[in-house]
């Protein structure tokens, strides 16, 4: 879930959003500087057995940003991103994100399996999606 300029992150959320203590707890342990890296909050997820939509939501409730985007997309000083346009030599690397497209985006989680399926980095498959004019979107953490 994104959120407007000017906005805190837990804003997005309403006024009714609860923040689940062990996620916040784990969180704090984490965070240097109010941020978490994307992988950190994968790897509390994983051991809090908690997903990541909801490691997000706590972040965005803590008013704690996400850094480090495992697809170069954000959170990188500093340029922001990491992420650039090449197209892999690989055509069938193409044609399985052509074929995930929802909507002409490709999701967050897709661009994972696609990695994981072709044993290439994440990186990798925002880099095409780059050089293809592709959108990834939606975020497993709800950034983007």
Not at 54 to 66: A, R, S, V, Y
Not at 89 to 106: F, T, Y
Not at 128 to 139: H, Q, V
Request: aromatic share 6%; net charge positive.
């Amino acid at each position: 879930m994104t959120r407007d300029k000017g906005q805190k992150f837990s804003e997005k959320h309403g006024p009714d959003a609860i923040v689940e203590s062990s996620i916040k707890d784990k969180i704090r342990e984490q965070a240097k500087e109010n941020k978490l890296p994307c992988a950190v909050a994968f790897k509390i997820g994983a051991q809090l057995k908690k997903p990541p939509a909801e490691i997000g939501k706590t972040l965005d409730l803590m008013d704690f940003g996400i850094v480090k985007c495992q697809l170069g997309l954000f959170g990188y000083t500093p340029n922001k991103k990491i992420v650039k346009s090449e197209l892999p030599e690989n055509s069938e690397l193409v044609d399985a994100i052509r074929a995930a497209l929802v909507d002409q985006k490709l999701s967050c989680q897709a661009a994972w399996e696609i990695a994981d399926k072709f044993k290439v980095a994440k990186l990798k498959v925002s880099n095409a999606c780059e050089a293809l004019n592709i959108k990834i979107k939606p975020c497993q953490l709800g950034a983007f």
